[in-house]
Protein backbone atom coordinates (compact mmCIF):
# COMPACT_ATOMS: atom_id res chain seq x y z
CA UNK A 1 0.00 0.00 0.00
CA UNK A 2 1.21 3.55 -0.64
CA UNK A 3 -0.22 6.59 0.15
CA UNK A 4 -1.06 9.61 -2.07
CA UNK A 5 -2.82 13.04 -2.42
CA UNK A 6 -4.77 14.90 -5.08
CA UNK A 7 -6.01 18.36 -5.33
CA UNK A 8 -9.40 18.35 -5.44
CA UNK A 9 -11.78 21.18 -6.79
CA UNK A 10 -10.73 23.82 -4.59
CA UNK A 11 -7.51 22.74 -4.38
CA UNK A 12 -7.89 20.51 -1.36
CA UNK A 13 -5.06 17.92 -0.91
CA UNK A 14 -6.81 14.94 -0.21
CA UNK A 15 -5.65 11.65 0.95
CA UNK A 16 -5.93 8.23 -0.56
CA UNK A 17 -4.10 4.95 -0.29
CA UNK A 18 -3.49 2.69 -3.58
CA UNK A 19 -2.43 -0.99 -3.75
CA UNK A 20 -0.91 -1.25 -7.27
CA UNK A 21 -0.16 -4.31 -9.54
CA UNK A 22 2.88 -4.80 -11.12
CA UNK A 23 3.39 -3.52 -14.37
CA UNK A 24 0.56 -1.04 -15.96
CA UNK A 25 -2.98 -1.33 -13.94
CA UNK A 26 -5.77 -2.48 -17.04
CA UNK A 27 -8.29 -3.00 -14.07
CA UNK A 28 -9.20 -0.65 -11.04
CA UNK A 29 -11.73 -0.42 -7.75
CA UNK A 30 -12.73 2.50 -6.33
CA UNK A 31 -13.15 2.01 -2.65
CA UNK A 32 -15.86 4.61 -0.72
CA UNK A 33 -15.44 4.53 3.26
CA UNK A 34 -18.92 4.66 5.44
CA UNK A 35 -19.55 7.99 7.36
CA UNK A 36 -17.11 8.66 10.29
CA UNK A 37 -14.51 6.04 9.19
CA UNK A 38 -11.51 6.56 6.83
CA UNK A 39 -9.53 4.58 3.89
CA UNK A 40 -7.52 2.72 6.32
CA UNK A 41 -10.45 0.61 7.07
CA UNK A 42 -10.64 -1.26 3.74
CA UNK A 43 -7.09 -2.82 4.56
CA UNK A 44 -8.27 -6.09 5.43
CA UNK A 45 -10.81 -6.15 2.95
CA UNK A 46 -8.59 -5.79 0.21
CA UNK A 47 -6.32 -8.76 1.24
CA UNK A 48 -9.28 -10.53 1.36
CA UNK A 49 -10.68 -10.07 -2.04
CA UNK A 50 -7.30 -11.31 -3.30
CA UNK A 51 -7.55 -8.84 -6.53
CA UNK A 52 -3.70 -8.90 -7.10
CA UNK A 53 -3.89 -7.49 -10.85
CA UNK A 54 -6.27 -4.95 -9.79
CA UNK A 55 -4.98 -1.33 -9.49
CA UNK A 56 -6.69 -0.48 -5.91
CA UNK A 57 -7.94 3.12 -4.84
CA UNK A 58 -9.29 4.58 -1.45
CA UNK A 59 -9.86 7.81 -0.71
CA UNK A 60 -10.52 9.59 2.69
CA UNK A 61 -13.62 12.13 2.04
CA UNK A 62 -12.52 15.56 3.41
CA UNK A 63 -13.18 16.02 7.20
CA UNK A 64 -12.70 12.29 7.36
CA UNK A 65 -9.09 9.92 7.74
CA UNK A 66 -5.63 11.93 6.76
CA UNK A 67 -7.74 14.13 4.48
CA UNK A 68 -7.99 18.06 5.72
CA UNK A 69 -10.79 19.77 7.36
CA UNK A 70 -12.72 19.75 10.70
CA UNK A 71 -14.13 16.20 11.79
CA UNK A 72 -17.24 15.50 9.88
CA UNK A 73 -17.63 18.37 7.77
CA UNK A 74 -18.33 19.58 3.95
CA UNK A 75 -19.57 22.34 2.40
CA UNK A 76 -22.23 20.32 1.10
CA UNK A 77 -22.57 16.47 0.10
CA UNK A 78 -22.75 17.69 -4.00
CA UNK A 79 -19.07 19.02 -2.77
CA UNK A 80 -17.80 15.38 -1.50
CA UNK A 81 -19.76 13.78 -4.71
CA UNK A 82 -17.61 16.70 -6.98
CA UNK A 83 -14.47 15.42 -5.10
CA UNK A 84 -15.20 11.42 -6.35
CA UNK A 85 -15.11 12.88 -9.86
CA UNK A 86 -12.11 14.88 -9.42
CA UNK A 87 -10.59 11.87 -7.53
CA UNK A 88 -11.39 9.77 -10.78
CA UNK A 89 -10.18 12.10 -12.67
CA UNK A 90 -7.17 12.38 -11.08
CA UNK A 91 -6.78 8.24 -11.12
CA UNK A 92 -6.90 8.61 -14.84
CA UNK A 93 -4.45 11.02 -15.16
CA UNK A 94 -2.18 9.81 -12.98
CA UNK A 95 -2.07 5.92 -12.79
CA UNK A 96 -3.45 5.55 -16.48
CA UNK A 97 -6.66 3.90 -15.59
CA UNK A 98 -9.81 3.74 -17.58
CA UNK A 99 -13.18 4.41 -16.18
CA UNK A 100 -14.69 1.62 -18.54
CA UNK A 101 -12.66 -1.10 -16.77
CA UNK A 102 -13.39 0.68 -13.43
CA UNK A 103 -15.37 -0.42 -10.72
CA UNK A 104 -16.43 0.69 -7.50
CA UNK A 105 -17.38 -0.60 -3.76
CA UNK A 106 -18.72 1.20 -1.40
CA UNK A 107 -20.35 1.16 2.24
CA UNK A 108 -22.87 3.33 4.22
CA UNK A 109 -22.87 7.13 2.96
CA UNK A 110 -20.23 6.21 0.64
CA UNK A 111 -22.57 4.21 -0.93
CA UNK A 112 -24.87 7.38 -1.44
CA UNK A 113 -21.30 9.44 -2.87
CA UNK A 114 -20.64 6.74 -5.10
CA UNK A 115 -24.48 6.55 -6.12
CA UNK A 116 -24.73 10.10 -6.58
CA UNK A 117 -21.80 10.57 -8.22
CA UNK A 118 -22.72 7.71 -10.93
CA UNK A 119 -26.14 9.52 -11.48
CA UNK A 120 -24.54 12.95 -11.37
CA UNK A 121 -22.02 12.63 -13.08
CA UNK A 122 -22.22 9.32 -15.53
CA UNK A 123 -18.88 7.81 -15.41
CA UNK A 124 -18.57 5.13 -17.60
CA UNK A 125 -17.58 2.29 -15.45
CA UNK A 126 -18.35 -1.02 -15.72
CA UNK A 127 -19.79 -1.87 -12.40
CA UNK A 128 -20.57 -1.08 -8.60
CA UNK A 129 -21.06 -2.59 -5.21
CA UNK A 130 -23.20 -0.82 -2.79
CA UNK A 131 -22.87 -2.02 0.81
CA UNK A 132 -25.94 -1.09 3.29
CA UNK A 133 -26.02 2.34 1.58
CA UNK A 134 -27.14 5.22 3.77
CA UNK A 135 -30.51 6.01 1.11
CA UNK A 136 -32.37 6.83 4.91
CA UNK A 137 -30.88 6.92 8.35
CA UNK A 138 -32.73 5.64 11.10
CA UNK A 139 -32.46 8.72 13.42
CA UNK A 140 -35.07 7.43 15.62
CA UNK A 141 -36.22 11.02 17.26
CA UNK A 142 -39.44 11.48 16.09
CA UNK A 143 -39.63 14.64 13.22
CA UNK A 144 -35.76 15.04 13.09
CA UNK A 145 -35.40 16.00 9.79
CA UNK A 146 -37.53 19.03 10.12
CA UNK A 147 -36.05 20.16 13.47
CA UNK A 148 -32.49 20.13 12.29
CA UNK A 149 -33.85 22.25 8.97
CA UNK A 150 -35.32 24.70 11.88
CA UNK A 151 -31.86 24.46 13.83
CA UNK A 152 -29.99 25.04 10.92
CA UNK A 153 -32.25 28.02 9.40
CA UNK A 154 -32.23 29.74 13.17
CA UNK A 155 -28.37 28.74 14.56
CA UNK A 156 -26.56 27.92 11.47
CA UNK A 157 -24.02 25.09 10.95
CA UNK A 158 -24.14 22.97 13.48
CA UNK A 159 -23.20 18.85 14.62
CA UNK A 160 -24.77 15.80 15.83
CA UNK A 161 -23.28 13.61 17.69
CA UNK A 162 -23.87 10.05 16.19
CA UNK A 163 -25.99 7.27 18.31
CA UNK A 164 -24.29 4.45 16.62
CA UNK A 165 -22.15 2.42 19.24
CA UNK A 166 -19.70 -0.43 17.26
CA UNK A 167 -21.85 -3.14 19.25
CA UNK A 168 -24.42 -1.88 16.74
CA UNK A 169 -22.40 -2.12 13.53
CA UNK A 170 -20.84 -5.97 14.12
CA UNK A 171 -20.83 -8.88 15.78
CA UNK A 172 -17.14 -9.71 15.68
CA UNK A 173 -15.88 -8.24 19.70
CA UNK A 174 -12.49 -7.52 17.88
CA UNK A 175 -13.80 -5.92 15.13
CA UNK A 176 -15.76 -3.75 17.62
CA UNK A 177 -12.64 -3.27 19.46
CA UNK A 178 -10.62 -1.93 16.86
CA UNK A 179 -13.26 0.19 15.65
CA UNK A 180 -13.19 2.04 19.57
CA UNK A 181 -9.50 2.29 19.23
CA UNK A 182 -9.27 3.85 15.87
CA UNK A 183 -7.49 7.29 16.67
CA UNK A 184 -9.33 8.50 13.08
CA UNK A 185 -12.64 7.27 13.68
CA UNK A 186 -14.87 10.06 14.52
CA UNK A 187 -18.19 10.36 15.80
CA UNK A 188 -19.75 13.85 14.87
CA UNK A 189 -21.86 14.73 11.65
CA UNK A 190 -22.45 18.42 10.38
CA UNK A 191 -26.04 19.00 10.54
CA UNK A 192 -25.77 20.21 6.75
CA UNK A 193 -24.33 17.35 5.36
CA UNK A 194 -27.38 15.21 7.19
CA UNK A 195 -29.77 16.82 5.77
CA UNK A 196 -28.01 16.83 2.48
CA UNK A 197 -27.48 12.90 2.89
CA UNK A 198 -31.39 12.59 3.39
CA UNK A 199 -31.93 15.17 0.43
CA UNK A 200 -30.00 12.81 -1.96
CA UNK A 201 -30.67 9.55 -0.96
CA UNK A 202 -34.83 11.19 -1.55
CA UNK A 203 -33.82 11.83 -4.94
CA UNK A 204 -31.42 8.93 -5.77
CA UNK A 205 -33.98 6.29 -4.32
CA UNK A 206 -37.08 8.14 -6.57
CA UNK A 207 -34.87 8.54 -9.87
CA UNK A 208 -32.93 5.31 -9.66
CA UNK A 209 -34.36 3.89 -12.61
CA UNK A 210 -31.65 6.55 -14.42
CA UNK A 211 -28.83 4.54 -13.40
CA UNK A 212 -28.27 1.83 -15.62
CA UNK A 213 -24.84 0.76 -14.00
CA UNK A 214 -24.75 -2.75 -12.91
CA UNK A 215 -24.78 -3.14 -9.42
CA UNK A 216 -25.05 -5.09 -6.29
CA UNK A 217 -26.51 -4.15 -3.68
CA UNK A 218 -25.97 -5.83 -0.45
CA UNK A 219 -28.32 -5.20 2.73
CA UNK A 220 -27.69 -6.07 6.18
CA UNK A 221 -30.88 -7.80 7.72
CA UNK A 222 -30.60 -6.63 11.37
CA UNK A 223 -29.60 -3.03 10.76
CA UNK A 224 -29.50 -0.49 13.64
CA UNK A 225 -28.47 2.57 11.71
CA UNK A 226 -30.32 2.62 7.52
CA UNK A 227 -33.50 1.58 6.64
CA UNK A 228 -33.68 -1.70 4.44
CA UNK A 229 -37.16 -0.77 3.18
CA UNK A 230 -35.30 2.39 1.32
CA UNK A 231 -32.51 0.30 0.01
CA UNK A 232 -35.03 -2.12 -1.39
CA UNK A 233 -37.36 0.19 -2.99
CA UNK A 234 -33.99 1.63 -5.05
CA UNK A 235 -33.35 -1.88 -6.08
CA UNK A 236 -36.93 -2.35 -7.30
CA UNK A 237 -36.28 1.18 -9.08
CA UNK A 238 -32.73 0.73 -10.49
CA UNK A 239 -32.53 0.92 -14.11
CA UNK A 240 -29.57 -1.54 -14.28
CA UNK A 241 -30.35 -4.59 -17.09
CA UNK A 242 -27.89 -6.15 -14.42
CA UNK A 243 -28.90 -6.34 -10.86
CA UNK A 244 -28.79 -8.04 -7.67
CA UNK A 245 -30.12 -7.84 -4.40
CA UNK A 246 -28.81 -9.92 -1.25
CA UNK A 247 -29.62 -9.62 2.16
CA UNK A 248 -27.13 -10.93 4.91
CA UNK A 249 -29.76 -11.88 7.18
CA UNK A 250 -28.88 -11.42 11.22
CA UNK A 251 -25.69 -8.91 9.98
CA UNK A 252 -25.23 -5.57 11.84
CA UNK A 253 -24.53 -2.69 9.29
CA UNK A 254 -20.93 -2.57 9.05
CA UNK A 255 -20.89 -5.93 6.63
CA UNK A 256 -17.09 -5.41 5.78
CA UNK A 257 -16.30 -6.00 9.61
CA UNK A 258 -18.73 -8.46 10.63
CA UNK A 259 -18.24 -11.76 12.23
CA UNK A 260 -18.89 -13.75 8.49
CA UNK A 261 -18.13 -11.07 6.47
CA UNK A 262 -15.73 -13.79 4.27
CA UNK A 263 -19.27 -13.66 2.62
CA UNK A 264 -19.90 -10.62 2.00
CA UNK A 265 -16.07 -10.53 0.81
CA UNK A 266 -16.85 -13.51 -1.70
CA UNK A 267 -19.88 -11.92 -2.78
CA UNK A 268 -18.49 -8.60 -3.71
CA UNK A 269 -15.63 -10.45 -5.48
CA UNK A 270 -17.43 -12.24 -7.34
CA UNK A 271 -19.74 -10.22 -9.13
CA UNK A 272 -16.51 -7.19 -9.46
CA UNK A 273 -15.36 -10.12 -11.71
CA UNK A 274 -17.92 -10.10 -13.66
CA UNK A 275 -18.00 -6.46 -14.34
CA UNK A 276 -14.53 -6.52 -15.18
CA UNK A 277 -14.99 -9.39 -17.53
CA UNK A 278 -17.80 -7.87 -19.60
CA UNK A 279 -16.84 -4.12 -21.58
CA UNK A 280 -19.04 -1.54 -21.26
CA UNK A 281 -20.70 -0.26 -24.53
CA UNK A 282 -22.44 3.27 -24.88
CA UNK A 283 -24.74 1.69 -27.90
CA UNK A 284 -27.58 1.62 -25.57
CA UNK A 285 -27.27 4.71 -24.01
CA UNK A 286 -27.04 6.09 -27.88
CA UNK A 287 -30.68 5.21 -28.21
CA UNK A 288 -32.00 5.53 -25.24
CA UNK A 289 -34.71 7.54 -26.51
CA UNK A 290 -36.39 4.81 -28.39
CA UNK A 291 -36.53 3.05 -25.25
CA UNK A 292 -35.32 3.76 -21.60
CA UNK A 293 -36.34 5.13 -18.30
CA UNK A 294 -36.58 8.58 -18.96
CA UNK A 295 -38.54 7.72 -22.42
CA UNK A 296 -41.19 5.87 -20.34
CA UNK A 297 -42.02 8.90 -18.48
CA UNK A 298 -41.64 11.12 -21.16
CA UNK A 299 -44.75 8.55 -22.87
CA UNK A 300 -46.15 8.82 -19.39
CA UNK A 301 -46.55 12.76 -19.73
CA UNK A 302 -47.38 13.06 -22.93
CA UNK A 303 -50.61 11.10 -21.71
CA UNK A 304 -53.54 13.11 -19.81
CA UNK A 305 -53.06 13.67 -16.22
CA UNK A 306 -54.88 14.06 -13.17
CA UNK A 307 -57.68 17.19 -12.43
CA UNK A 308 -55.12 18.87 -10.04
CA UNK A 309 -53.06 19.88 -12.82
CA UNK A 310 -55.98 21.49 -14.59
CA UNK A 311 -56.66 23.42 -11.54
CA UNK A 312 -53.44 24.55 -11.30
CA UNK A 313 -52.84 25.33 -14.93
CA UNK A 314 -55.96 27.39 -14.43
CA UNK A 315 -54.69 29.29 -11.30
CA UNK A 316 -51.52 30.17 -13.28
CA UNK A 317 -54.06 31.30 -16.38
CA UNK A 318 -55.89 33.86 -13.83
CA UNK A 319 -54.37 34.86 -10.74
CA UNK A 320 -50.99 34.03 -12.21
CA UNK A 321 -51.14 36.16 -14.74
CA UNK A 322 -50.42 39.15 -12.49
CA UNK A 323 -46.89 37.93 -12.35
CA UNK A 324 -44.87 39.10 -14.47
CA UNK A 325 -42.65 36.36 -15.64
CA UNK A 326 -45.99 34.14 -15.85
CA UNK A 327 -47.82 36.87 -18.12
CA UNK A 328 -44.25 36.82 -20.29
CA UNK A 329 -44.18 33.05 -20.34
CA UNK A 330 -47.90 33.02 -22.10
CA UNK A 331 -46.95 35.53 -24.29
CA UNK A 332 -43.30 33.80 -25.13
CA UNK A 333 -43.26 30.14 -24.17
CA UNK A 334 -41.83 29.48 -20.93
CA UNK A 335 -38.87 27.79 -22.37
CA UNK A 336 -38.25 31.24 -24.73
CA UNK A 337 -34.80 33.11 -24.51
CA UNK A 338 -36.74 36.06 -23.58
CA UNK A 339 -37.84 33.70 -20.52
CA UNK A 340 -34.08 32.67 -19.55
CA UNK A 341 -33.46 36.33 -20.01
CA UNK A 342 -36.17 37.32 -17.00
CA UNK A 343 -35.18 34.33 -14.92
CA UNK A 344 -31.40 35.94 -14.89
CA UNK A 345 -32.70 39.14 -14.33
CA UNK A 346 -34.43 37.47 -10.93
CA UNK A 347 -36.35 40.98 -10.16
CA UNK A 348 -39.89 39.79 -9.43
CA UNK A 349 -42.30 42.46 -11.38
CA UNK A 350 -46.25 42.08 -11.49
CA UNK A 351 -49.62 44.04 -11.31
CA UNK A 352 -50.29 44.75 -7.58
CA UNK A 353 -48.54 43.36 -4.89
CA UNK A 354 -49.92 40.35 -5.44
CA UNK A 355 -48.20 39.74 -8.78
CA UNK A 356 -45.02 41.02 -7.16
CA UNK A 357 -45.45 38.40 -4.61
CA UNK A 358 -46.60 35.54 -7.02
CA UNK A 359 -43.65 36.40 -9.36
CA UNK A 360 -40.91 36.26 -6.35
CA UNK A 361 -42.42 32.56 -5.73
CA UNK A 362 -41.96 31.90 -9.56
CA UNK A 363 -38.94 33.27 -9.93
CA UNK A 364 -37.40 31.00 -6.82
CA UNK A 365 -39.18 28.10 -7.85
CA UNK A 366 -36.17 25.36 -8.06
CA UNK A 367 -35.94 24.80 -11.72
CA UNK A 368 -35.15 28.40 -12.60
CA UNK A 369 -32.87 29.00 -9.35
CA UNK A 370 -30.91 25.72 -10.57
CA UNK A 371 -31.40 27.86 -14.01
CA UNK A 372 -29.54 30.60 -12.72
CA UNK A 373 -26.91 28.20 -11.11
CA UNK A 374 -26.02 26.49 -14.46
CA UNK A 375 -25.25 30.27 -16.18
CA UNK A 376 -22.97 30.81 -13.29
CA UNK A 377 -21.31 27.45 -14.17
CA UNK A 378 -21.56 28.08 -17.75
CA UNK A 379 -19.90 31.23 -17.02
CA UNK A 380 -16.82 30.36 -14.94
CA UNK A 381 -15.96 27.03 -17.65
CA UNK A 382 -16.23 29.65 -20.49
CA UNK A 383 -13.78 31.80 -18.28
CA UNK A 384 -11.36 29.09 -17.64
CA UNK A 385 -10.90 27.79 -20.98
CA UNK A 386 -10.52 31.17 -22.58
CA UNK A 387 -7.87 31.17 -19.85
CA UNK A 388 -6.28 28.00 -20.67
CA UNK A 389 -6.25 28.58 -24.37
CA UNK A 390 -5.03 32.09 -24.02
CA UNK A 391 -1.87 30.89 -21.80
CA UNK A 392 -1.32 28.14 -24.41
CA UNK A 393 -0.91 30.92 -27.17
CA UNK A 394 -4.11 29.27 -29.04
CA UNK A 395 -6.70 31.93 -31.06
CA UNK A 396 -9.62 32.15 -29.03
CA UNK A 397 -12.55 31.64 -31.64
CA UNK A 398 -16.25 31.24 -30.09
CA UNK A 399 -19.21 29.64 -31.62
CA UNK A 400 -22.19 29.35 -29.90
CA UNK A 401 -25.00 27.64 -32.02
CA UNK A 402 -28.33 28.62 -29.87
CA UNK A 403 -27.18 31.88 -28.51
CA UNK A 404 -30.40 33.56 -27.74
CA UNK A 405 -29.53 36.71 -26.90
CA UNK A 406 -26.48 35.48 -25.78
CA UNK A 407 -25.47 37.35 -22.45
CA UNK A 408 -23.44 34.68 -21.00
CA UNK A 409 -21.31 34.76 -23.49
CA UNK A 410 -20.95 38.75 -24.17
CA UNK A 411 -20.88 39.13 -20.33
CA UNK A 412 -17.70 36.59 -19.88
CA UNK A 413 -15.91 38.38 -22.94
CA UNK A 414 -16.56 41.42 -21.21
CA UNK A 415 -15.11 40.29 -17.74
CA UNK A 416 -11.71 39.15 -19.89
CA UNK A 417 -10.98 42.21 -21.79
CA UNK A 418 -7.24 41.13 -21.81
CA UNK A 419 -7.66 38.18 -23.99
CA UNK A 420 -8.61 38.79 -27.64
CA UNK A 421 -11.74 36.58 -29.07
CA UNK A 422 -13.59 36.93 -31.78
CA UNK A 423 -17.21 35.27 -31.17
CA UNK A 424 -20.38 33.69 -33.63
CA UNK A 425 -23.60 33.78 -32.18
CA UNK A 426 -26.31 31.43 -34.18
CA UNK A 427 -29.58 31.41 -33.22
CA UNK A 428 -32.79 30.61 -35.31
CA UNK A 429 -34.62 33.31 -34.48
CA UNK A 430 -34.04 36.87 -35.43
CA UNK A 431 -35.16 38.89 -32.48
CA UNK A 432 -32.62 36.76 -29.95
CA UNK A 433 -30.28 38.32 -32.54
CA UNK A 434 -31.27 41.84 -32.58
CA UNK A 435 -30.90 41.84 -28.62
CA UNK A 436 -27.48 40.04 -28.88
CA UNK A 437 -26.17 42.47 -31.40
CA UNK A 438 -27.22 45.55 -29.29
CA UNK A 439 -25.63 43.96 -26.31
CA UNK A 440 -22.66 43.65 -27.80
CA UNK A 441 -23.09 47.17 -28.64
CA UNK A 442 -23.82 48.32 -24.94
CA UNK A 443 -20.18 46.64 -24.16
CA UNK A 444 -18.47 47.65 -26.58
CA UNK A 445 -17.49 44.06 -28.02
CA UNK A 446 -16.39 44.83 -31.78
CA UNK A 447 -15.64 41.07 -32.79
CA UNK A 448 -19.04 39.62 -32.90
CA UNK A 449 -20.85 38.09 -35.73
CA UNK A 450 -24.77 36.87 -35.56
CA UNK A 451 -25.57 34.66 -38.49
CA UNK A 452 -29.54 32.87 -38.14
CA UNK A 453 -29.20 29.33 -38.76
CA UNK A 454 -30.36 25.45 -37.78
CA UNK A 455 -28.67 24.29 -34.83
CA UNK A 456 -29.58 21.20 -36.34
CA UNK A 457 -28.05 21.74 -39.74
CA UNK A 458 -24.68 19.69 -39.68
CA UNK A 459 -23.33 20.97 -42.98
CA UNK A 460 -23.80 24.14 -41.88
CA UNK A 461 -22.60 23.70 -38.88
CA UNK A 462 -19.48 22.46 -40.22
CA UNK A 463 -18.86 25.34 -42.94
CA UNK A 464 -18.44 27.46 -39.93
CA UNK A 465 -15.80 29.75 -41.00
CA UNK A 466 -13.17 30.42 -39.10
CA UNK A 467 -12.59 27.11 -37.30
CA UNK A 468 -13.70 27.92 -33.53
CA UNK A 469 -11.35 26.98 -30.98
CA UNK A 470 -14.36 27.06 -28.39
CA UNK A 471 -18.47 25.91 -29.03
CA UNK A 472 -21.23 26.06 -27.03
CA UNK A 473 -24.45 24.51 -26.57
CA UNK A 474 -26.69 25.63 -23.53
CA UNK A 475 -29.79 24.93 -23.12
CA UNK A 476 -30.81 23.31 -26.46
CA UNK A 477 -30.50 19.79 -26.26
CA UNK A 478 -32.89 19.58 -23.27
CA UNK A 479 -35.63 20.82 -25.31
CA UNK A 480 -35.26 18.23 -27.92
CA UNK A 481 -36.24 14.12 -26.99
CA UNK A 482 -34.46 13.04 -29.77
CA UNK A 483 -31.14 11.62 -29.80
CA UNK A 484 -30.80 11.45 -33.51
CA UNK A 485 -31.02 15.09 -34.38
CA UNK A 486 -28.51 16.04 -31.32
CA UNK A 487 -26.55 13.61 -32.58
CA UNK A 488 -26.39 15.42 -35.85
CA UNK A 489 -25.89 18.62 -34.35
CA UNK A 490 -23.14 17.50 -32.08
CA UNK A 491 -21.41 15.87 -35.58
CA UNK A 492 -21.67 19.51 -37.23
CA UNK A 493 -20.05 21.11 -33.93
CA UNK A 494 -17.31 18.48 -34.25
CA UNK A 495 -16.70 19.01 -38.06
CA UNK A 496 -16.47 22.61 -37.81
CA UNK A 497 -14.03 22.86 -34.22
CA UNK A 498 -10.02 22.76 -34.08
CA UNK A 499 -9.11 19.38 -33.26
CA UNK A 500 -8.32 19.68 -29.70
CA UNK A 501 -10.49 22.60 -28.96
CA UNK A 502 -13.47 22.19 -26.77
CA UNK A 503 -17.02 21.86 -26.54
CA UNK A 504 -19.38 23.16 -23.69
CA UNK A 505 -22.59 21.86 -22.92
CA UNK A 506 -25.28 21.23 -20.51
CA UNK A 507 -27.60 18.68 -19.83
CA UNK A 508 -30.66 18.18 -17.14
CA UNK A 509 -29.98 14.90 -16.11
CA UNK A 510 -33.24 15.44 -13.30
CA UNK A 511 -35.87 17.48 -12.50
CA UNK A 512 -38.19 17.54 -9.57
CA UNK A 513 -41.12 19.29 -11.58
CA UNK A 514 -40.73 18.00 -14.35
CA UNK A 515 -44.60 16.49 -14.86
CA UNK A 516 -45.71 20.24 -12.91
CA UNK A 517 -44.03 21.61 -15.90
CA UNK A 518 -45.68 18.99 -18.54
CA UNK A 519 -49.27 19.38 -17.28
CA UNK A 520 -49.25 22.97 -16.90
CA UNK A 521 -47.22 25.17 -18.73
CA UNK A 522 -46.12 25.66 -22.23
CA UNK A 523 -43.22 26.32 -25.12
CA UNK A 524 -42.59 28.51 -27.28
CA UNK A 525 -44.63 26.89 -29.84
CA UNK A 526 -47.35 27.09 -27.69
CA UNK A 527 -47.46 23.45 -26.61
CA UNK A 528 -47.40 21.75 -23.19
CA UNK A 529 -43.86 22.16 -22.17
CA UNK A 530 -43.03 18.37 -21.73
CA UNK A 531 -39.22 17.11 -21.27
CA UNK A 532 -37.28 13.81 -22.09
CA UNK A 533 -34.54 13.73 -19.63
CA UNK A 534 -31.10 12.57 -20.42
CA UNK A 535 -29.28 11.12 -18.04
CA UNK A 536 -25.87 12.44 -17.32
CA UNK A 537 -24.51 8.90 -18.68
CA UNK A 538 -26.61 9.30 -22.00
CA UNK A 539 -25.73 12.82 -22.45
CA UNK A 540 -21.69 11.95 -22.26
CA UNK A 541 -21.98 9.09 -24.70
CA UNK A 542 -23.38 11.00 -27.61
CA UNK A 543 -20.75 13.75 -26.74
CA UNK A 544 -18.21 10.68 -27.06
CA UNK A 545 -19.86 9.63 -30.45
CA UNK A 546 -19.20 12.74 -32.07
CA UNK A 547 -15.65 12.23 -31.25
CA UNK A 548 -15.09 14.63 -27.80
CA UNK A 549 -14.16 13.18 -24.50
CA UNK A 550 -15.63 15.12 -21.32
CA UNK A 551 -12.91 16.61 -18.96
CA UNK A 552 -14.85 18.87 -16.49
CA UNK A 553 -18.39 18.69 -15.41
CA UNK A 554 -20.20 21.05 -12.50
CA UNK A 555 -23.81 20.40 -11.34
CA UNK A 556 -25.71 22.50 -9.15
CA UNK A 557 -26.10 21.39 -5.40
CA UNK A 558 -29.77 19.92 -6.06
CA UNK A 559 -28.46 17.65 -8.93
CA UNK A 560 -31.22 19.31 -11.68
CA UNK A 561 -28.33 21.44 -14.20
CA UNK A 562 -24.97 19.79 -15.57
CA UNK A 563 -22.34 22.18 -17.96
CA UNK A 564 -19.37 19.88 -18.89
CA UNK A 565 -16.09 20.91 -21.29
CA UNK A 566 -15.35 18.22 -23.54
CA UNK A 567 -11.95 17.92 -25.63
CA UNK A 568 -11.80 17.53 -29.48
CA UNK A 569 -10.38 13.83 -29.96
CA UNK A 570 -10.44 12.63 -33.54
CA UNK A 571 -10.78 14.29 -36.79
Known sequence: MTEHTFLSWDQAPLFYRAWLPQGAPTRALLLFHRGHEHSGRWQETVDALGLSDVAIFAWDQRGHG??????????SLAAVIKDAECFARHLVATHGISLQQTAILASSVGAVIAAAWVHDYGPPVCGMVLAAPAFRVKLYVPFAVPFLRLKQKLMGPGIVKSYVKSRMLTHDPAGAAAYDADP???????????????????????DAGAIRTPTLLLAAGTDWVVQLSAQRTFFERLGAAIKQFDVFRGFFHSLFAEKERSRVVERSRAFLLECFARPTCDKELLHADKGSYTRTELDLLRAPGSARWAIGRQFLKTFGRLAGGIQLGWQTGFDSGVMLDYIY???PRGITPLGKLIDYFYLNAIGWRGIRVRRQNLQRMLRSTMQMLHRDGRAMRILDIASGPGRYVLEALHESPNIPATVILRDYQQPNLDSAKKLADQLQLRDVTTIQGDA?????LAATTPRPTIAIVSG????FPENEPVLRSLRGIADAIEPGGYLLYTCQPWHPQVEFIARTLTNREGKPWIMRRRTQAEMDALVRAAGFEKVEQEIDEWGIFTVSLARRISA
Not at 66 to 75: D, I, L, Q, Y
Not at 456 to 460: N, V
Request: avoid cysteine; proline fraction near 4%; aromatic fraction near 6%.
Open 184 to 206: LIFRQIAVNLLLDLHDTGTRLVA
Open 456 to 460: FDRDS
Open 476 to 479: LYEL
Open 66 to 75: KSPGERGHAP
Open 345 to 347: ENE
